[in-house]
């Protein structure tokens, strides 16, 4: 029997009987999989639907709580969705569809077509299209306790469901909650719900023909479609601080005589009684509501102007409780003692200072002939100040005084990755297990700039240098004076001053100035092959060979002979399939085609789940395509030009 043709099924839930769940798991209510059409095991198809669930789950973090999406080529294309209940949060969404991703397969393992439903959410996919499609296919849900007064709560119900239908099919999220006092001592809480890829035409269709399905007898019922949902319940189901209620209106026809008058001891009726109390009580109650709404009001005003105020205020006077004075960092560094020097960076100096406290600081004291003037400096301070991930470098405070603009971070004690990497000495420090720790860290880092900090953050000069490691070799992202922001909308930039360090820059930067997210995702490819190879990227660029390192890694791949690419120090000491993912996911980070590289997102999505199926890379552009036309070291550019 076809999947869109599927007699209703009636499914009875007593609710006081529901089994517990556990809190991790979102409540499983129903699901369908079609047994005429599957696919074989290891196929393209079960590739592609990989593809599929792993995009739907990196995209459960969205706020409007529905995504869409297609994988594949004919005959193989899917066609995929993921809608969360409206009042859920962001946190539940993505809970329920990354759970749903796991558990359909379980319950499907070789249908091309399935849909599953829970209390939170529902995810469905299919072999051929069906975005802003109205199909049949319901699930009824009902409780077996009848409705002491069937005929007037049908009435109630249709007009109530009506009227919801059409302002959820009239809204964006096509969503709509409500509620009405159907006696002095119940009332009904009602939702109905589409998948936001309907129009509102359909939207509303659906919506009436589950609304004609529900069990109006019963004191509460649920139609789950395969484009939209409706339910009724005698008490609250949904999260209503999310979705507030409208304020129930007068109690309609169903609502009970009222007792009959009785006189207390007192001499006063009961009538009486309740006429002196009901105001004193409704006074009450409208000054409590009162007082919450004027303090959620000034709770939201607070917040906003906050809000305004990081947004507008990016300058110094944002990290003024920052600032260090010349003469406390002079003695922290003993005058900037050679002693005390770690290292040069593309900008100047880096010392190791000691404060008063005791407390060990990394001294950035940038060169008066750097290319890094004072916005570059003050654009480093705002960044890194206001940046908190355990893989970023900690930006303890800042002196900006007279010529000097000296950056004070935390210490990280064992420097940066490339003096491990590039270290005879220190290589076989960094075993596999270390280097795939922090190929995930960096990956994580990332991920917090591009797209969970407040603003989208560009960071334009990823290297392995610019990678620090802590006492546990934690690696901590660092050097942030090159870095980029860009507006929520905003997907990429250009620019006619070229900065990085070549190697490691995206060839349509290097050659063009085109900048975006994906220009980190070239960066953090090139690192990673770095990671496993524990070859230097310049050390290629410098030599006569034709190769890259890009090159290199892809003509093993090629050949089949990609653990030939492991560093030696690595010995037996590593695990194939963690290399093997690690060297797919380098290639496909440095793919020509910006497009053709995944997001950060996916790719710790790739790094943690081997369920995830990887697309194949295509040969990464060749070393006299990305290469500039002048010589290439490994300190960073800041005022060449594209050609």
Same mark, same amino acid.
């Given at each position: 029997?076809?999947?869109?043709?599927?007699?209703?099924?009636?499914?009875?839930?007593?609710?006081?009987?529901?089994?517990?769940?556990?809190?991790?798991?979102?409540?499983?209510?129903?699901?369908?999989?079609?047994?005429?059409?599957?696919?074989?095991?290891?196929?393209?198809?079960?590739?592609?639907?990989?593809?599929?669930?792993?995009?739907?789950?990196?995209?459960?973090?969205?706020?409007?709580?529905?995504? $869409?999406?297609?994988?594949?080529?004919?005959?193989?294309?899917?066609?995929?969705?993921?809608?969360?209940?409206?009042?859920?949060?962001?946190?539940?969404?993505?809970?329920? #569809?990354?759970?749903?991703?796991?558990?359909? #397969?379980?319950?499907?393992?070789?249908?091309? =077509?399935?849909?599953?439903?829970?209390?939170?959410?529902?995810?469905?996919?299919?072999?051929?299209?069906?975005?802003?499609?109205?199909?049949?296919?319901? &699930?009824?849900?009902? $409780?077996?306790? $009848?409705?002491?007064?069937?005929?007037?709560?049908?009435?109630?119900?249709?007009?109530?469901? $009506?009227?919801?239908?059409?302002?959820?099919?009239?809204?964006?999220?096509?969503?709509?909650?409500?509620?009405?006092?159907?006696?002095?001592?119940?009332?009904?809480?009602?939702?109905?719900?589409?998948?936001?890829?309907?129009?509102?035409?359909?939207?509303?269709?659906?919506?009436?023909?589950?609304?004609?399905?529900?069990?109006?007898?019963?004191?509460?019922?649920?139609?789950?479609?395969?484009?939209?949902?409706?339910?009724?319940?005698?008490?609250?189901?949904?999260?209503?601080?999310?979705?507030?209620?409208?304020? %129930?209106?007068?109690?309609?026809?169903?609502?009970?005589?009222?007792?009959?008058?009785?006189?207390?001891?007192?001499?006063?009726?009961?009538?009486?009684? =309740?006429?002196?109390?009901?105001?004193?009580?409704?006074?009450?109650?409208?000054?409590?509501?009162?007082?919450?709404?004027?303090?959620?009001?000034?709770?939201?005003?607070?917040?906003?102007?906050?809000?305004?105020?990081? &947004? &507008?205020?990016?300058?110094?006077?944002?990290?003024?409780?920052?600032?260090?004075?010349?003469?406390?960092?002079?003695?922290?560094?003993?005058?900037?003692?050679?002693?005390?020097?770690?290292?040069?960076?593309?900008?100047?100096?880096?010392?190791?200072?000691?404060?008063?406290?005791?407390?060990?600081?990394?001294?950035?004291?940038?060169?008066?002939?750097?290319?890094?003037?004072?916005?570059?400096?003050?654009?480093? =301070?705002?960044?890194?100040?206001? @940046?908190?991930?355990?893989?970023?470098?900690?930006?303890? +405070?800042?002196?900006?005084?007279?010529?000097?603009?000296?950056?004070?971070? /935390?210490?990280?004690?064992? *420097?940066?990755?490339?003096?491990?990497?590039?270290?005879? /000495?220190?290589?076989?420090?960094?075993?596999?297990?270390?280097?795939?720790?922090?190929?995930?860290?960096?990956?994580?880092?990332?991920?917090?700039?591009?797209?969970?900090?407040?603003?989208?953050?560009?960071?334009?000069?990823?290297?392995?240098?610019?990678?620090?490691?802590?006492?546990?070799?934690?690696?901590?992202?660092?050097?942030?004076?090159?870095?980029?922001?860009? +507006? =929520?909308?905003?997907?990429? +930039?250009?620019?006619? *001053?070229?900065?990085?360090?070549?190697?490691?820059?995206? %060839? /349509?930067?290097?050659?063009?100035?085109?900048?975006?997210?994906?220009?980190?995702?070239?960066?953090?490819?090139?690192?990673?092959?770095?990671?496993?190879?524990?070859?230097?990227?310049?050390?290629?660029?410098?030599?006569?060979?034709?190769?890259?390192?890009?090159?290199?890694?892809?003509?093993?791949?090629?050949?089949?002979?990609?653990?030939?690419?492991?560093?030696?120090?690595?010995?037996?000491?590593?695990?194939?399939?963690?290399?093997?993912?690690?060297?797919?996911?380098?290639?496909?980070?440095?793919?020509?085609? %910006?497009?053709?590289?995944?997001?950060?997102?996916?790719?710790?999505?790739? @790094?943690?789940?081997?369920?995830?199926?990887?697309?194949?890379?295509?040969?990464?552009?060749?070393?006299?395509?990305?290469?500039?036309?002048?010589?290439?070291?490994?300190?960073?550019?800041?005022?060449?030009?594209?050609?």
């Amino acid at each position: 029997m076809s999947f869109f043709r599927m007699s209703m099924a009636v499914v009875f839930l007593f609710l006081l009987g529901l089994a517990v769940t556990s809190q991790a798991d979102p409540n499983y209510v129903y699901h369908r999989c079609s047994n005429t059409t599957t696919f074989t095991p290891n196929s393209t198809y079960q590739s592609n639907l990989n593809l599929l669930l792993s995009s739907l789950a990196s995209n459960s973090t969205s706020n409007n709580g529905f995504h $869409n999406t297609t994988t594949g080529q004919t005959p193989d294309t899917i066609y995929g969705l993921f809608l969360c209940r409206g009042d859920v949060s962001t946190d539940v969404c993505q809970d329920c #569809v990354t759970f749903a991703t796991q558990d359909v #397969v379980q319950r499907c393992p070789v249908e091309k =077509v399935a849909v599953i439903w829970y209390d939170e959410c529902l995810l469905r996919y299919s072999n051929r299209t069906f975005f802003n499609t109205n199909e049949g296919g319901f &699930v009824i849900l009902y $409780n077996t306790k $009848n409705s002491t007064n069937q005929t007037s709560a049908g009435d109630l119900l249709r007009t109530t469901m $009506n009227g919801l239908a059409t302002q959820a099919s009239s809204s964006a999220r096509k969503f709509a909650t409500g509620a009405m006092n159907i006696s002095s001592i119940s009332a009904l809480y009602t939702l109905a719900q589409c998948t936001q890829d309907l129009s509102s035409t359909n939207c509303q269709s659906c919506l009436q023909e589950s609304i004609g399905k529900l069990v109006a007898g019963s004191i509460g019922s649920q139609v789950l479609g395969l484009s939209c949902n409706v339910r009724f319940e005698m008490y609250l189901f949904y999260n209503q601080s999310a979705v507030p209620v409208p304020a %129930p209106p007068a109690p309609s026809s169903l609502t009970l005589p009222p007792p009959p008058s009785r006189t207390g001891k007192g001499g006063l009726s009961a009538v009486a009684i =309740v006429a002196i109390v009901a105001p004193i009580v409704a006074s009450m109650v409208l000054f409590v509501i009162g007082y919450c709404i004027l303090s959620r009001r000034a709770k939201k005003k607070c917040s906003t102007t906050q809000e305004q105020d990081d &947004v &507008v205020g990016d300058d110094i006077t944002t990290v003024e409780s920052l600032q260090f004075d010349f003469a406390s960092i002079e003695v922290a560094t003993r005058k900037f003692s050679d002693d005390n020097k770690l290292g040069e960076g593309g900008f100047g100096e880096v010392y190791k200072g000691t404060l008063p406290n005791g407390q060990d600081i990394a001294v950035k004291r940038l060169s008066r002939s750097s290319g890094q003037g004072a916005q570059e400096f003050k654009n480093e =301070v705002v960044l890194v100040a206001k @940046l908190q991930h355990r893989n970023l470098v900690k930006l303890l +405070g800042f002196c900006l005084e007279g010529e000097e603009k000296i950056l004070v971070y /935390e210490f990280v004690p064992n *420097k940066s990755l490339d003096s491990f990497l590039y270290d005879p /000495e220190k290589q076989s420090q960094l075993d596999w297990s270390r280097r795939y720790r922090i190929i995930g860290g960096i990956a994580r880092g990332i991920l917090y700039l591009h797209e969970d900090s407040r603003l989208r953050i560009i960071h334009r000069d990823l290297k392995a240098s610019n990678i620090l490691l802590d006492g546990d070799m934690n690696p901590k992202i660092s050097d942030f004076g090159m870095a980029r922001i860009f +507006g =929520v909308d905003q997907t990429q +930039g250009n620019t006619s *001053k070229i900065v990085g360090t070549y190697g490691y820059m995206s %060839p /349509e930067y290097a050659m063009h100035g085109q900048f975006s997210v994906k220009s980190d995702v070239y960066s953090f490819g090139v690192i990673v092959l770095e990671i496993i190879t524990g070859k230097k990227n310049s050390s290629f660029y410098q030599s006569d060979v034709g190769d890259d390192l890009a090159s290199y890694v892809w003509r093993h791949w090629r050949d089949g002979t990609p653990l030939e690419l492991l560093d030696p120090t690595l010995t037996d000491s590593y695990s194939r399939t963690e290399v093997m993912r690690c060297i797919h996911i380098g290639l496909l980070c440095v793919q020509e085609d %910006p497009a053709d590289r995944p997001t950060m997102a996916t790719i710790v999505l790739m @790094l943690n789940s081997y369920s995830v199926s990887l697309p194949l890379p295509q040969q990464p552009a060749s070393k006299s395509e990305s290469q500039p036309p002048f010589s290439v070291n490994e300190m960073s550019i800041t005022e060449l030009h594209p050609r």
